[in-house]
């Protein structure tokens, strides 16, 4: 009797020992899991979403930058909204896995080919009319008549303002309409320019929706018109 509840003990501390070796090697997968890094963040070179995200926030803190160095009666309100639709944008950075406060400037596309442009009137100097061939591709803001396509070569984001549609300029003042198409998907919206901004169009959020690709945070290849 004695020798078989020796074994019965026996048995029951090897299973013991079974059972609390299962349970570490649980608890090291978990660990392990755990500890495991998250992903990094991907910079605006990696992502269509980052770039436009980057480039929406690049706009506003230039914004808020010229507000500061030539500030007016308007300029705190106007950089107290910018700074909350900065920390929207952020939170949007976070969201979408990009680094969060990576910031890049509205970049002008059609600028590397102006240099060529230059070089053409000594070939043909004796033509008049190119200089009022180039001037259209003068984002000079009120000058630019009505039907005219302006802002050349921009590319086009979001401000993160709310509200109905409506842009924001630094070059055309309040109460232009400009018309706004994404030339990749053939979407337009014609909008009131309502506020200043640091680009020469920048949408806010009901606008950008009505011209926007699924997912996509800036518009590469867009055609921007002064229609009144």
């Not at 608890?27 to 269509?48: I, L, Q, R, W, Y």
């Not at 910018?82 to 002008?108: M, N």
Request: charged share 15%.
């Amino acid at each position: 009797m004695s020798r078989r509840r020796t074994l019965g003990t026996k048995k029951k501390i090897a299973l013991l020992l079974s059972a609390a070796t299962v349970a570490g090697g649980g608890a090291f997968v978990m660990a392990s899991t755990s500890n495991a890094s998250p992903p990094a963040p991907k910079s605006a070179s990696e992502s269509t979403v980052c770039l436009g995200l980057a480039t929406a926030l690049g706009n506003n803190q230039k914004f808020i930058a010229d507000q500061r160095a030539n500030p007016d009666a308007q300029s705190e309100a106007r950089i107290a909204n910018r700074e909350a639709v900065v920390a929207e944008i952020k939170r949007k950075q976070e969201a979408s896995g990009c680094a969060v406060g990576e910031s890049a400037q509205d970049s002008q596309t059609a600028q590397p080919s102006q240099p060529a442009q230059s070089a053409q009137p000594p070939a043909a100097s004796a033509q008049p009319s190119q200089p009022a061939a180039s001037a259209p591709a003068d984002n000079g803001g009120g000058a630019a008549a009505s039907g005219q396509q302006v802002c050349n070569g921009s590319t086009v984001t979001l401000s993160g303002e709310g509200g109905a549609p409506a842009a924001s300029s630094n070059q055309f003042p309040a109460g232009t309409k400009l018309k706004v198409t994404n030339l990749d998907n053939n979407k337009s919206t014609t909008v009131e320019v309502t506020s200043v901004s640091g680009s020469c169009a920048l949408l806010n959020n009901a606008a950008f929706e009505q011209v926007r690709e699924p997912g996509k945070f800036l518009i590469r290849r867009a055609l921007i018109e002064k229609v009144g």
